[in-house]
């Protein structure tokens, strides 16, 4: 696998670690809002998991990136 390739694969995996953990985060924020208003549908604690799990993939990739460009070496 080429160097770039492996970077792809870094970036991919690290993505779909932060979609994980905004999922569950998600998911959290989404159950106590079903528990906390009777009105909440499972609509909107999906709409609140899915924003999650989106928010946490940015955040992670973005965080990834700033990362990569810190570690490169000076030339």
Do not use: C, D, H, N
Request: aromatic share 6%; net charge positive.
């Amino acid at each position: 696998m080429t160097e770039a390739g492996k970077q792809k694969a870094e970036a991919a995996a690290v993505t779909g670690v932060g979609a994980g953990v905004g999922t569950a985060g998600g998911a959290t924020v989404g159950v106590l809002e079903l528990a906390a208003q009777g009105t909440a549908t499972a609509l909107s604690a999906g709409m609140v998991i899915g924003a999650g799990a989106l928010v946490g993939a940015a955040t992670f990739f973005l965080g990834y990136k700033l990362y990569r460009r810190l570690q490169k070496p000076k030339s």
